[in-house]
């Protein structure tokens, strides 16, 4: 065995084995840290002693073995080669021992007979006549007091003696330290300390065992954790090897597995107990200050035992290497001992001040620590967590403190935080607190925006009865003086009027006035605010002032400074309102922060109103994406009532892109009734009716929107901006044959629409181009496309585009039906509508009816009239033209007008007929 990482101190180790063959004995004391491979030095030695001529006799001392008296020279002798004379003899001269030592340990002034460790000695040094010998004894700092005389005795012997006597021992330690100071003054002794590898020493190490590749990519991170230690080194090692021989791919980083574990294990285990004890209060601190004052120790004697820590490896700048390292240490100790020290270091925590968290992680792992600041600190702890965004955290705080709390009162109000806190993780995990919840307000501990907490949570459960009764008692009970908990309750009742109408009712309508203009804090009048825009937008259509309100509030916000529901509020008023290019970014901006912050239920909750965005603006695999994140994130259970928005979202996605198998498996999943009760409920049913008219299921799809429409028109909800419903049943009556209701249904939905509302006027003015003499047709259409380019709907867009292509072909206007399919196409393909592209294919390919206009009339334009005119025969808008060509709009203006005049044209619609041109210009 050579050991490659230790060859200087192995050939030293060598050439005293050959001075011992020729009569110059020689001593050693191998000395090190736990882990430094001491015993692996004299394995080796003593497995080549045959082949450099000499006999090897070993033992190894045990602390477990130590009260036993000649244990380790009962195991040298043993194992020496004698002859049964010899053995019989020296077999009696132990037990002679034995009993000698016995009575010298029983009586302290009384010392062992020097004739009987005389005796033992020789039968060693008249061995060595006849063999030379490698006397090799690990961890002789372990072994027998009587066994250490007679090694002592024997190491001053070996001068003129054919024995090499090695002694290997753990110098950080203060047992048996008088063994090492005998043997210092002896000349023939040498002296050989294992200090910790180099990085190059690890390299060495490893090379043999994972070949130079491993080796050179991971060495310096097996040092850094290993400390140069090579034991640990070796089984970090080892770790890797077992990875790759269960077939996994050759990790990226180095592997810290269960041999790793239990070699630090060991290294610990081996040491003083002062030294055990000195590292369990570094894993449970995680530095040195304060362990003396936890342990109750001397500080000298901690500074000594975290450099004896250091030494071996385990510690850099006085903390631990490697968190598996902490883990280790913490493994080996017993739970009752463990929990107590937690108990100890949590209280020394709160005694200095440090920060809450840093006390609660410690009562989390502590025994029961009865004292009047652990429910307070836990609490605080809980705040601080949820604002850096460690949900998780947060929750085990608030559980241990509604677990330690006594007062009624208190409980009452950690058990609501602990509900808002599970709820960001997954809204189906606070369900069963919520009785207790209810009971508490039966008894008045529970009250104020509490019991508004409460309220929401069995809303979004569909536990409707239960939510009204607390809504009820809430309204009763709550006194004008409370400010807060009245504006709460405006929150509430305006939430529920475009969330849950059913039960806005239940909830009186408190003096809003008196309640913006009382004393509420910041948050609460967020909440208000953004709730206030979004019922705005609903049921009376968009407010600039409010919803620019809400942009301030969402702009350079983050996640944890405000409560998801003014987040979800803001961005889908927003939303509704017809800002989607400004709603979309920062719903991309909050959605990643969830994420990060590991916030599940947030993220899920963000991605589905990231998928109503992108519906609104024709991205439909987009939308499908973000509704799958959404339904993918958590369990669909933990969705409550609100599952109907990202099913409706997904629905619509995969309907436009015509996978209506896919479409299959949102619509199979079960919804609870008291869904259709909800804002969620009309985003399911329009969605359904989308994908049945898709399909030719026609009366089914008039049944779903005319079932959304009833509840809508009920809810005074009959909002264009939240579910266009008359359009799409419109385009139902009209696949069907029913132009009259169909009519009536597409007025009804333009006079639905107000001010501003692109999206929806543009989708019933392409309706209505359906129900119009087919000669004002392109002209109703054109409009409609302006609208929906202004709306920003691709998907609306290409449909009204397609309709346009339709119309033109009737009249037989073939060359602006091509012009106007190349754009649609463009759309339908940006949008991924699959059936629309299929049905454009034809109308692309429409032979050009009219010859193309000559070249010396092209000539007359200048080159940037002959851009303009062409994205304008395009049907670009002037805007659009000048954001692509980077002029003015005016100048587009001036342009078409000249074109206008040198082609001798009057007006936009006829440039198709004359002009050309590829979208920049060129002809």
Known sequence: MTLIERQEEMACLESLVASAILGKGRDALISGPAGMGKSALLRALSEQAIELGALAVTATGSRTEQDLQFGVLRQLIRDAPLVEEERERSERLLDEGVLAATAAHADAERLLDPQVVHALVTVLLDLSER??????????????????????????????????????????????????????????????RLAP???????????????????????????????????????????????????????????????????????????????????????????????????????????????????????TSGRYRHEAVRSAVLAGMDLPERREL?????????TRGVTPCVVADRLLQASKVEAAWVVPTLEEAALVALRKGEVESAVAYLKLAWRECTDELQRSKLMTMLVRAEWRINPAAPAGHLDELAEALQKGSLRGSDAVVLARALLWHGRFDDARDVLEQLDQETPAS???????????????????????????NPPREQILAGMVSVAVNRRLESTLALAEVLTRGPCERSLDGVERILEGARLDEMSLDVVENSLLALTYAGRCERAAPLCDLFGDEAEARR????????????????????????????????LDTIPMSSWGVAIGGPLANLIIALTAMGRYDAVREPLDRPVADPMFQTRYGLHYLYARGRYHLATESFPAALHDFLRCGELATAWGLNNPALTPWQADAAEACLRMGRVEEAKELIKGHLDACGPGSYRGQGMGLRLKAAVTE??????????????????????????????????????????????????????????????????????????????????????????????????????????????????????????????????????????????????????
Not at 487 to 496: D, H, I, N, R, T
């Open 131 to 192: 063999y030379p010998l490698v006397v090799a004894v690990d961890d002789v700092d372990h072994a027998d007091r009587s066994s250490l005389l007679c090694l002592a005795y024997l190491a001053r012997r070996v001068r003129n003696a054919r024995i090499v006597a090695l002694f290997a021992l753990d110098d950080t330690q203060s047992a048996h330290r008088h063994f090492e100071t005998d043997l210092l003054p002896l000349p023939h002794c040498r002296f050989l």
């Open 197 to 315: 590898l180099s990085p190059k020493g690890v390299a060495a190490l490893v090379a043999g065992r994972v070949g130079l590749s491993a080796a050179e990519r991971f060495a310096k991170e097996w040092h850094s954790i290993s400390g140069g230690n090579p034991l640990l080194a070796g089984e970090l090692v080892a770790d890797y090897r077992q990875r790759l021989r269960a077939g996994a791919e050759p990790p990226r980083e180095p592997a810290v597995g269960d041999r790793f574990v239990r070699a630090v294990e060991a290294c610990v285990r081996r040491s003083h107990p002062r030294t055990v004890r000195v590292a369990q209060g570094l894993a449970i601190l995680g530095e040195a200050d304060g362990i003396a004052e936890m342990l109750e120790l001397p500080a000298a004697d901690v500074s000594r035992e975290v450099l004896t820590i250091e030494a071996m490896g385990l510690l």
């Open 342 to 350: 937690y108990r100890r270091a949590a209280e020394l925590a709160y």
């Open 482 to 508: 409370d400010q807060t908990t009245l504006a709460e309750l405006v929150v509430a009742q305006l939430w529920l009027r475009v969330t849950c109408p059913p039960l806005a009712g239940y909830v009186a």
């Open 599 to 630: 916030a599940p239920s947030r993220r899920a909750r963000l991605a589905a109103i990231r998928a109503e965005i992108a519906i609104r603006q024709g991205d439909m695999p987009a939308a499908e994406r973000h509704a799958r994140i959404a």
């Open 774 to 923: 087919p000669a004002r047709r392109p002209a109703v259409l054109r409009q409609a496309v302006e609208y929906l380019q202004l709306a920003g709907d691709r998907y609306e867009l290409a449909r009204a585009l397609f309709d346009l292509v339709e119309a033109y072909e009737s009249l037989e206007e073939y060359r602006r039906a091509r012009t106007v399919a190349g754009r649609a196409q463009a759309a339908a393909a940006e949008c991924g509508a699959a059936p629309m592209l299929s049905a454009l294919a034809t109308a692309a390919d429409v032979d050009a009816a009219p010859s193309p206009l000559p070249g010396e009339l092209i000539g007359v334009l200048s080159v940037g009239e002959r851009r303009v005119a062409a994205l304008a025969a395009a049907g670009y808008s002037n805007r659009e033209i000048a954001a692509k060509l980077y002029i003015t709009v005016s100048t587009v203006e001036q342009h078409l007008t000249h074109t206008y005049r040198k082609l001798n044209i009057s007006r936009r619609a006829d440039l198709p007929l004359l002009v050309e041109f590829d979208d920049q210009g060129r002809s």
